[in-house]
């Protein structure tokens, strides 16, 4: 082991060198690892946030939820027989300063509960009283911008329904808002004896009960499946749903890991670039080392000695950037905390968790180590020799079929670890798939402008314009960083680009699911009784250009042809559905199977099911499907299919029975109404004041929301790739700063036999335009792959080229780079060569 | 006067403080004349060189060649002069890595705008002995190779005036020969005007004057006497 030891020796006189020319190689280093380290701290701190406060933001050990009705009164005594039970409603109203056509209203989404609530947890509420105190009497607590939006004060009288409430309280925080998801409006919270009477709670109208359930102390998650399982047995088929402390926020840790796992794409993304700055800077040295190696041969020197030396002062660099890395990515989070907490609807403190950063560091040292081995390896081919002659010439060739295997396993490491540890297993080894395809694509990329350059080099068009034959003399001629830039302007680019094509895409999609003539509202809970009043109101108005409106109700689907509901898996099937009735076919209807029943129809149940679901359930004409509506059992026969379009913001049903089936069954109506802007706050002071109990949703609002939803995606998205782009910038600089001795090199010389500043730029800006071309057609093909891959596999939405944004990041990207590169050989320029010159004897 | 050099000194910022190259050097060359440059090394025989050239700003004093005066002028101009005006053959040859042979003798032919720039870059390769490796890249060549390369660089415009360092420094007697009847023939027959630094008294003994330089001042000029001449 002697040879270590030596091989220590030499790496530690080295190393006393300093840090000069590895700034980039740290920089890149440390940026992936930063990266993926403050990224994983950040799901980590959120998730665990989860898991911790489950019980809290669940607001209780198990939930048992129905639509559109409250649990009979045998359902309630099973469930009070479990545990502590609280009973909740939840729906959403129109919150007034009065009644009458006079007041104001706004879209609240109430929370009614009774004296038990919360199970867990504490409301905050300003002034600091009791909750019992708050919600004493009429007393009402409602959100901050609800009280703004009205104007209100505490104090004040608040309307919910017919009932007159006041405001006791402004509500600081719910600890059960996780939970219950995005909802529509601002919270307004009120005992359900308050409201008693205010005709909110019909049979039928919009609105969801849930149930929950405080367990002794030390009930396990293994007691708690046992139990899940008891309650699902014994209340099925009556549309309950169930949710327990474990999954307690689904919407928003669903939301969590869709970011979170595409950030880690981002970063792994992030951490190749640097790579491919890596290898660039460790080649660099070796290269300039290629004197000292020869020298250590001549003397004596193995080549696993030499290996062994560069490797150890290789690996201490890697240590140092690894650990700057580290160090950032625990204090980006921390420094970002007050702004990442507040964005999140659930409890998280976000701190230093050692997983994550092992996880980062693990990734980063595997990436070194890959884009080490190669250039390293190569060391062991160069020739004593080589110090006798111009050493411009690097090592060529491949390297030693061990330091191949030795590479191959790193690279298997590296994609093994990654699927394993980002718990997202799937999307990782896709990506490991990508960016490796990505690097073949580009180093073939490389290979043919080099190929082609040398070809274009001996022909007529490059004779007699030295300028061009300067250029590709440097693209095609031994020695050339084309390669490397190729290699890390591609993958930076392709990285953006697919960035600009995912965010393109989703802007894409909300323009395009937004329809074309989206209704102003929708009007819902209208009791049949209202009916007439609200139609005279709404059809007579000239600004309104069509009314649209149907029956609902709520019901279970019991059995498709025999089959029970539980043995199919989809949303149909699962909990209440509503569904409607209806004589003859509403307008605009199109059938596509089978035929809608005669006008006036009075004889068995008959069905109407919406084409697409029918098919993905596999119900054919003539199938009997069972429902219980509000308890009662109703089997229909399927006559018909209709196509329905979910997304033109219209009324749609997937299941309509015919008229005489249910009309005699609970149920109220809904509405859409296309109304000119200008007349929209009439109409709403209108139709509310006859009837406070009717919900108006304004469309607008509701879009508004998801484009909120999605914008936080893109703006993650945009941090990604930001990262991405910091990291692709630097090793861009340090390929135009390695690149910088040889072209000033050259630029003296050319200044010697006769060539102006104008033609060595010129020749500059060729070459710039044939390595930033190679690698933007590159990127426009991956980044194309890569969002198609993205939105089709991990957000499952549709995927169309966005040229323009592909184009733009391409162009941009390698402008830039022409730039930086143009700014690095600028001043060299204007001196004198022999200075120059005299720095290469 | 094809080369006048009057009152020129040249100081370079060293690592250690300023360092004083060459001091009040006032020289002439007139036209079809060849000088020898000598002296000990690290004597400043190359900086003078580099300076006649315009590849060196003086420090003070005044430099004409052809009468332009170089210190006036900048980068481009001195560029554009020195097409088909100056050759220079470096001390370590600095071909250019990225290009054949072919390429490097080629481009400043182009560069003056010449046709057949290709053919003549072949001819003058032919003419330093390495015809058959014209497609060769510098760090596939030997020493004497690059710096026969670098020779017929410099030579192939034709230019007025040639500068060379040590232009048979790497090779062997019967090459060194060649080139040096290659250089004195551009005198003959194109009435170009050598300078030339050398350490080899065979090459020096040819020159129509030799200057000698000891620690950046002129030492010593020695002219060849009519009767040495025959
Ligand atoms: N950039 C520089 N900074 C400071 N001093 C320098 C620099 N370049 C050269 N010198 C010094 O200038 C002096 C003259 O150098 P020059 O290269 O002209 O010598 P030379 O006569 O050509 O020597 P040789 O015969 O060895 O080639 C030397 O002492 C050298 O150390
Ligand atoms: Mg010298």
Redesign the interface.
């Known amino acids: 082991m002697t040879w270590l030891a030596q091989a220590a020796r030499i790496a530690g006189r080295e190393l006393r060198g300093g840090l000069g020319g590895f700034y980039i190689f740290l920089a890149c280093l440390a940026l992936g690892v930063a990266a993926i380290a403050a990224v994983g701290s950040v799901r980590v701190s959120i998730t665990e946030g989860l898991e911790r406060e489950g019980r809290n933001i669940l607001g209780g050990d198990a939930e048992i939820e129905w639509d559109f009705r409250r649990g009979s009164e045998a359902e309630r005594a099973y469930l009070a027989s479990l545990g502590t039970m609280s009973e909740i409603y939840d729906f959403r109203s129109m919150a007034a300063t009065g009644e009458g056509i006079e007041a104001d209203r706004a879209l609240t989404q109430v929370k009614a509960v009774d004296d038990l609530y919360p199970l867990v947890g504490a409301v905050e509420i300003a002034p600091d009283i009791s909750l019992d105190k708050a919600l004493a009497g009429n007393g009402v607590i409602v959100h901050p911008v609800l009280a703004d939006r009205l104007g209100l004060e505490v104090g004040d009288a608040l309307w919910l329904g017919t009932r007159e409430l006041t405001i006791t309280a402004l509500l600081q925080r719910e600890p059960d808002a996780g939970g219950d998801g995005f909802g529509l409006g601002p919270r307004t919270l009120v005992s359900s004896a308050a409201l008693a009477g205010a005709g909110l709670l019909a049979e039928g109208s919009l609105f969801e009960t849930k149930y929950r359930l405080l367990l002794p102390p030390d009930t396990t998650d293994e007691a708690l499946d046992v139990l899940r399982a008891q309650v699902e047995v014994e209340l099925e088929g009556t549309g309950a749903r169930w949710r327990d402390r474990r999954n307690a926020a689904p919407q928003v840790e669903r939301f969590v890991k869709r970011i979170g796992s595409f950030l880690v794409l981002v970063g792994l993304a992030g951490l190749a670039v640097g790579g491919v700055g890596v290898s660039a800077a460790v080649r660099a040295y070796l290269e300039r080392k290629t004197p000292v190696i020869a020298t250590l041969k001549t003397v004596g020197a193995e080549g696993r000695t030499i290996f062994a030396a560069y490797l150890m002062q290789i690996g201490v660099l890697a240590g140092i950037g690894i650990l700057l890395g580290l160090i950032l990515g625990v204090l980006i989070p921390l420094a970002a905390a007050p702004f990442i907490e507040a964005q999140l609807p659930v409890p998280v403190a976000l701190g230093v968790h050692p997983f994550p950063l092992v996880e980062a560091a693990l990734y980063g040292a595997l990436t070194a180590l890959i884009f080490t081995l190669w250039p390293l390896a190569r060391t062991e081919q160069v020739r004593a020799a080589s110090l006798f002659?111009?050493?411009?010439?690097p090592a060529r060739g491949f390297p030693r079929k061990r330091y191949m295997a030795a590479l191959a396993v790193a690279v298997l490491v590296l994609i093994g670890s990654s699927a394993w540890l980002s718990g997202i297993p799937e999307l990782a080894l896709y990506a490991s798939g990508g960016i490796l395809a990505a690097l073949a694509v580009l180093i073939g990329a490389a290979w043919g402008v080099r190929v082609l350059s040398r070809r274009l080099?001996r022909t007529r068009l490059a004779?007699?314009?030295?300028a061009l034959?300067?250029a590709l003399?440097?693209v095609?001629?031994?020695?050339?960083e084309a390669t490397a830039v190729v290699l890390s302007l591609g993958l930076g680019l392709t990285v953006l680009a697919a960035v600009g094509q995912i965010d393109a895409n989703m802007r894409a999609a909300i323009d395009r699911d937004l329809p074309e003539v989206a209704p102003s509202y929708f009007f819902v809970d209208i009791q049949p009784n209202q009916l007439e009043t609200f139609l005279d109101r709404v059809q007579g108005d000239p600004a309104v250009s069509r009314v649209d409106y149907a029956p609902m109700l709520g019901g279970v689907v019991q059995s498709i042809d025999g089959t029970p509901a539980r043995e199919f898996d989809h949303w149909v099937t699962r909990g209440d559905r509503r569904i409607s009735f209806a004589d003859t076919l509403p307008p605009g209807t199109r059938i596509t199977g089978g035929e809608w029943w005669p006008e006036g129809y009075d004889g068995p149940p008959q069905i109407s099911m919406a084409q697409e679901e029918a098919d993905e359930l596999g119900v054919e004409l003539g199938d009997e499907i069972v429902m219980n509506v509000l308890g009662r059992e109703v089997a229909g026969t399927v006559t018909s299919f209709r196509e329905v379009d979910f997304s033109s913001g219209g009324i749609g049903f997937v299941l309509i029975f015919n008229e005489a089936a249910l009309r005699g069954a609970p149920h109220t109506w809904l509405s859409t109404v296309y109304a000119e802007q200008e007349a929209e706050g009439q109409i709403l002071r209108d139709v509310a004041g006859d009837a406070p109990n009717i919900t108006a949703i304004r469309v607008r609002d509701a879009i508004d929301l998801v484009t909120e939803a999605l914008s936080a995606l893109a703006a993650a998205t945009s941090w990604g790739a930001g990262a991405t782009l910091l990291t692709g910038f630097v090793v861009l600089i340090g390929a135009a700063a390695a690149g910088e001795r040889?072209r000033v090199?050259?630029a003296?010389?050319?200044?010697?036999?006769?060539?102006?500043?104008?033609?060595i730029l010129t020749s500059f800006a060729i070459r710039s335009a044939l390595l930033g071309a190679a690698a933007g057609v590159v990127a426009i093909l991956g980044g194309a792959a890569a969002g198609w891959g993205v939105l089709t596999l991990v957000m499952e939405a549709p995927y169309a080229f966005e040229p323009v944004s592909a184009l733009a990041i391409v162009l941009g990207g390698a402008l830039a780079t022409l730039l930086a590169g143009l700014a690095f050989a600028w001043r060299p320029?204007?001196a004198?060569?022999?200075?120059i010159?005299r720095a290469?004897? | 006067m094809v080369l006048s050099l009057r009152d020129v000194s040249l100081s370079l910022q060293g690592n250690a403080g300023v360092v004083d190259i060459l001091h009040d050097i006032s020289l002439e060359v007139a036209a079809k004349e060849t000088v020898g440059l000598v002296g000990p090394s690290g004597s400043g025989k190359s900086?003078l060189l580099?300076l006649m050239?315009g590849?060196?700003?003086a420090t003070s004093g005044a430099v004409e060649a052809l009468g332009h005066d170089l210190t006036a002028m900048d980068?481009?101009a001195?560029?554009?002069f020195?097409?088909?005006h100056m050759g220079?053959v470096?001390?370590?040859f600095?071909?250019?890595?990225?290009?054949t042979a072919l390429?490097n003798v080629?481009?400043?032919l182009?560069?003056?705008g010449v046709?057949d720039?290709?053919d003549r870059a072949a001819a003058e390769l032919d003419a330093v002995g390495l015809g058959h490796r014209t497609g060769h890249?510098?760090?596939?060549m030997?020493?004497g190779e690059?710096q026969r390369v670098a020779l017929a660089?410099?030579a192939a415009?034709r230019p007025d005036i040639l500068l060379a360092d040590e232009p048979t420094g790497n090779l062997d007697q019967a090459t060194g020969a060649a080139i040096m009847d290659l250089l004195f023939g551009l005198r003959d027959r194109h009435g170009a005007t050598l300078v030339l630094v050398t350490h080899s008294q065979e090459l020096a003994d040819r020159c129509d004057r030799t200057i000698r330089l000891v620690d950046g001042r002129l030492d010593r000029e020695t002219r060849r006497t009519a009767e040495a001449a025959e």
Request: charged residues 25%.
């Open positions: 002659r111009d050493a411009s010439g080099a004779r007699g314009n030295p034959r300067l003399g440097a095609g001629g031994p020695g050339g040889g090199f050259e003296s010389v050319l200044k010697t036999v006769g060539a102006t500043r104008g033609t320029l204007a004198r060569p022999a200075r010159l290469q004897d | 900086s580099m050239g590849l060196e700003r980068e481009d001195l560029a554009r020195r097409r088909g220079v470096f001390q370590s600095h071909l250019i890595p990225t290009m390429e080629a481009t400043p182009e560069l003056a046709a720039a290709f890249y510098p760090a596939q030997s020493g690059q660089r410099a415009p």
